[in-house]
């Protein structure tokens, strides 16, 4: 079974440029969340999807990030414009979509805004 | 609040047992995670404690006392792989939501 994709791995960008991130879940699994984890930090959420309309997003910073996932499947986090402390690595998971369920997670898009 | 509580380093010997201790504190509670993570890599699922009491998976237990807010992950026979970040996550809140703590850094050595 594939596991959760995301594109790119690595990203390096300009303070005030913008950036998109791409993922997409394990087949079948509805539910997708993007973490956003700082080093030395454990992730922290930024929204959770259920199909394709959004659970939380409570932490999201609204003002510069945003994220969409049509169709329910694959999704994408955009950051317009980046600022230094955005620095970090983006997680994206998965889970079937039932209570109590594990997430899995992809291998991350390491970002750096200089 | 919530917050989630777990040493930030540990260093064991190879072939050892080592354990890693977590307390957190909650709204609401639908379980806890114990989640490796090597340098550079996702995080990986170990453990899943929902009720009191000790889970065994081989070289790998997790116990849960929901009643202490607290929580263990023991490894045993230890090896140089298991040197890794190992987060501590707890299910909670309205949205159900995972909250990591910042994780425990293993360094297993010779």
């Known amino acids: 079974e594939a596991g959760v994709a995301q594109s790119p791995r690595y990203k390096i960008i300009e303070k005030r440029q913008s950036v998109a991130f791409w993922c997409n879940p394990i087949?079948?699994?509805?539910?997708l969340y993007w973490y956003q984890q700082i080093l030395g930090q454990g992730p922290k959420l930024l929204i959770q999807f259920q199909n394709n309309g959004v659970v939380d997003d409570s932490q999201l910073p609204k003002d510069r990030f945003s994220a969409e996932r049509l169709k329910g499947v694959d999704s994408t986090l955009k950051i317009q414009p980046a600022k230094l402390e955005d620095s970090a690595v983006y997680l994206c998971?998965?889970?079937?979509?039932?209570?109590?369920?594990?997430?899995?997670f992809g291998p991350g898009t390491r970002l750096l805004v200089l | 609040g919530q917050n989630i509580d777990q040493p930030t380093e540990m260093t064991a010997t190879e072939g050892a047992i080592v354990q890693i201790n977590c307390t957190y504190q909650?709204?609401?509670?639908?379980?806890l995670f114990w989640y490796q993570q090597h340098a550079g890599e996702a995080p990986t699922f170990l453990s899943y404690?929902?009720?009191?009491g000790l889970e065994e998976k081989g070289r790998f237990s997790s116990f849960l006392s929901r009643s202490k807010g607290y929580s263990y992950l023991l490894l045993k026979e230890l090896q140089m792989k298991d040197s890794a970040s190992y987060l501590c996550a707890v299910l909670g809140g309205a949205t159900n939501k995972l909250i990591f703590g910042t994780g425990t850094l293993l360094a297993v050595q010779p």
């Open positions: 998971a998965s889970s079937p979509g039932e209570l109590y369920e594990t997430q899995y």
């Open positions: 404690n929902v009720l009191d």
């Open positions: 087949s079948g699994h509805a539910t």
């Open positions: 909650t709204s609401g509670f639908n379980g």
